[in-house]
Nanobody, 125 residues
């Protein structure tokens, strides 16, 4: 059974950076389409980055140019490098995976099959 475990969340000031990691166990990460989603208090869950099996990445406008998703299949780990963080980036960040493509369409309606437990990111002004 595939499991995802996130790490790297924390508290930073606006303008700062964080790098989230997601360790994949139970299978090879190379078999999965992966990504990151987040949910802020009182807001809808939104997708913020996806990476396909061929390495193609996608981002919504809200984080494009500031966030970078990457995957190291040798380490079975997914990453999210976050730069120029803003208070509105505060929320719980989830790693997700699916053996089938799950990106595309609305960033508010993504439903990957496998989820991590989440890691909290707090950005103060």
């Amino acid at each position: 059974q595939v499991q995802l475990v996130e790490s790297g969340g924390g508290s930073v000031q606006a303008g700062g950076s964080l790098r989230l990691s997601c360790r994949v166990s139970g299978d090879s990460s190379s078999r999965y389409f992966m990504g990151w989603l987040r949910q802020a208090p009182g807001k809808e869950r939104e997708g913020i980055a996806t990476i396909d099996n061929d390495g193609t990445t996608s981002y919504p406008a809200s984080v494009g140019g500031r966030f970078t998703i990457s995957k190291d299949n040798a380490k079975n780990t997914l990453y999210l490098q976050m730069e120029s963080l803003k208070p509105e980036d505060t929320g719980m960040y989830y790693c997700a995976a699916d053996a089938s493509p799950w990106g595309g369409g609305s960033w508010l309606s993504l439903q990957p099959e496998i989820w991590g437990q989440g890691t909290q990111v707090t950005v103060s002004s």
